[in-house]
């Protein structure tokens, strides 16, 4: 089972950037579909973004899309989330999940097999 720890958040002003960063344990981190959540005090887990085990696909939230990249180094067994123009609205704990599959799940809190503890984001207005 692979273990993830995020890292990379903080307070911004709005419409600044903020790089996350979850570096996962393991030899078989290349196997692993990689997705960010966030959640928001009082909200469900909310779908930001993932990505496929090469990087080669991607798939954005409305929210997230034109501002939000998501990337993967295999090298590093890390996945990034680069998020611009943040908005308060940004305001969350962003977590970082794995599983196997590319395919209708990946938008799914309940189909993630191994979870992050989280990283705060805050975005001032």
């Known amino acids: 089972q692979v273990q993830l720890v995020e890292s990379g958040g903080g307070l911004v002003q709005a419409g600044g950037s903020l790089r996350l960063s979850c570096a996962a344990s393991g030899r078989t981190f290349s196997s692993y579909v990689m997705g960010w959540f966030r959640q928001s005090p009082g909200k469900e887990h909310e779908f930001v973004t993932a990505?496929?085990?090469?990087?080669?696909?991607?798939d954005y939230n409305d929210s997230a899309t034109g501002r939000f990249t998501i990337s993967r180094d295999n090298a590093k067994n890390t996945v990034y989330l680069q998020m611009n123009s943040l908005k308060p609205e940004d305001t969350a704990v962003y977590y970082c999940?794995?599983?196997?599959?590319?395919?209708?799940?990946?938008?799914?809190?309940?189909?993630?097999?191994?979870w992050g503890q989280g990283t705060q984001v805050t975005v001032s207005s």
């Open positions: 999940a794995a599983r196997r599959a590319w395919d209708w799940g990946r938008r799914i809190v309940t189909e993630y097999d191994a």
């Open positions: 990505i496929s085990w090469r990087g080669r696909n991607t």
